[in-house]
């Protein structure tokens, strides 16, 4: 469990919940609790306390059930007091599959198809709180926690003090929940188009492979296993994409806020949600052109070898038309009658020799004209 208190340019840790119950709390900033699912489970109680006390709501019992089930494709609620917003990152960083208890899928195949595997991250953005539950790794958390501390500078006592340039700190520390919640949300969206050049690399290497008549491509099964994963990924980024686009439709319907300073915030989360959703088109137009390009791949490879086929049954062919007068001519001289021209001549079989070396030099040159000797590149 981590728990951020956030207030202006300021960021402090603090190792527990129960401070935060005590009345006065948190009053100029929101907090941040992050945990993951069993940490959740067995602080159920404790964490929807400090909710009532800050917030004067609970999570009900549907959205508790959104947020600890670990197979929740992305996807957006809301009540009239709080959103719940699912998405779902890659399994681990650096391709890393976490040891837990959560079910994986087996994936074979190189290793940056293991990495498509995902994880689910749910967030209750409130007014004053947002609540995230992670899975067990923490990977995306703690990254980004890491990302909020460098913002502020810690002082002697631990706590955090704002930075000598105020302005720096106040653009890279978020002024609300829904902020924090759509910069973690954006960084597990950056994960995924890192994922976009590995996935680029092994298809253009399988690709090279297919189109490459001199080589015999036996890696199916791994190719197969790639096609069902950009599947795979592509409806995840779609869950995610229309999870993102209801959360944009949602704000577009709010009243407008009172106040300059208001509307100047609910104008650049606005613009945050937009950024966020055009980086997932990104990610769904280049996985759905990676599809496109395996097929077209293994079209191509079927084609070429349809073609080096075809080239060598026309040789067979040529060669076959060229040796067919040859054995007509061996044929007649091999017939049993005792009056046949040139059997009884001495430079009789030289005659026919020479005669059939003449019609066979005769063909290859025709077919050569022709193209059907052609050397196939």
Request: net charge neutral; glycine share 4%; with cysteine.
């Amino acid at each position: 469990m981590r728990v951020f208190e956030i207030s202006g340019s300021r960021i402090t840790e603090h190792e527990a919940l129960a401070p935060m119950a005590v009345p006065g709390a948190c009053a100029n900033g929101y907090l941040w609790i992050s945990l993951t699912r069993d940490e959740f489970r067995r602080s159920l109680a404790e964490v929807q306390g400090i909710l009532q006390s800050l917030c004067g709501t609970q999570l009900v019992d549907l959205h508790v059930a959104d947020l600890v089930n670990d197979q929740l494709p992305s996807h957006y609620d809301y009540t009239s007091q709080y959103d719940v917003l699912v998405f779902r990152r890659l399994a681990a960083a650096n391709g890393a599959v976490p040891k837990s208890t959560e079910p994986a899928l087996a994936r074979s195949g190189p290793p940056v198809l293991r990495r498509i595997d995902t994880r689910p991250v749910g967030f209750a953005v409130f007014d004053r709180v947002l609540l995230s539950v992670h899975p067990e790794d923490g990977a995306v958390r703690d990254a980004f926690a890491a990302r909020l501390l460098a913002a502020a500078a810690p002082d002697a006592r631990g706590a955090t003090a704002p930075a000598l340039d105020v302005r720096a700190v106040s653009t890279r520390v978020p002024p609300n929940p829904a902020d924090l919640m759509l910069r973690v949300v954006n960084l597990i969206v950056d994960a995924y188009l890192d994922l976009r050049r590995d996935l680029t690399r092994q298809l253009d290497h399988w690709q090279a492979e297919l189109i490459d008549p001199r080589s015999r491509f036996t890696n199916w099964s791994a190719l197969m296993d790639a096609r069902q994963s950009l599947h795979h990924l592509d409806e995840i980024c779609e869950d995610q994409r229309a999870a993102i686009q209801d959360w944009i439709d949602a704000l577009e319907t709010l009243p407008p806020p009172e106040g300059a300073a208001a509307l100047r915030e609910r104008e650049l989360i606005m613009v945050r949600s937009r950024d966020v959703l055009e980086h997932i088109q990104r990610v769904v137009h280049h996985v759905r052109r990676l599809e496109q390009n395996a097929e077209t791949a293994v079209q191509m490879h079927f084609s070429v070898q349809s073609h080096r086929a075809n080239d060598i049954m026309r040789v067979l062919t040529a060669l076959t038309a060229i040796f067919l007068p040859l054995n007509l001519i061996a044929g007649i001289f091999g017939m049993n009658f005792e009056f046949i021209p040139l059997v009884h001549k001495a430079d009789g079989f030289w005659i026919a020799m020479a005669s059939m070396a003449g019609i066979a030099l005769l063909l290859v040159v025709v077919f050569w004209r022709k193209r059907y000797l052609a050397r196939s590149r």
